[in-house]
Nanobody
Framework: QLQFVESGGGLVQSGGSVRLSCVASGFTLDHYAIAWFRQAPGKERVGVSCISSSADSPNYADSVKGRFTISRDNAKNTVYLQMNSLKVEDTARYYC???????????????????WGRGTQVTVFS
């Protein structure tokens, strides 16, 4: 059974940092593009970042460029999202999602991704 487990979320002060992890079980991540999405209460789920299976040219939403970094460690079957200079508006539940090889051409396209985790909550306070 293919599963993701996200972790690393929590309560953090504005300006702080957290690193989210997305660990896969039941399959290896090597051939999968992995995306991070987030969903704030009452809002739609939106794309944050994506890294293809080849790990070239990761994509970022404009709202997180220069602050967030996505990376992957296939040996650990894990994808990370390093989140720096956090803002209150980054507060959301963060999900990882997977699809073979390529990221969606549009950052917010949830339907592209076949496998999803249950998410981890990040709350940023001022």
């Amino acid at each position: 059974q293919l599963q993701f487990v996200e972790s690393g979320g929590g309560l953090v002060q504005s300006g702080g940092s957290v690193r989210l992890s997305c660990v896969a079980s039941g399959f290896t991540l090597d051939h999968y593009a992995i995306a991070w999405f987030r969903q704030a209460p009452g809002k739609e789920r939106v794309g944050v970042s994506c890294i293809s299976s080849s790990a070239d040219s990761p994509n970022y939403a404009d709202s997180v460029k220069g602050r967030f970094t996505i990376s992957r460690d296939n040996a650990k079957n894990t994808v990370y999202l390093q989140m720096n200079s956090l803002k209150v508006e980054d507060t959301a539940r963060y999900y990882c999602a997977a699809q073979l090889y390529y990221c969606s051409g549009y950052m917010d396209t949830t339907s592209w991704y076949e496998y999803w985790g249950r998410g981890t909550q990040v709350t940023v306070f001022s």
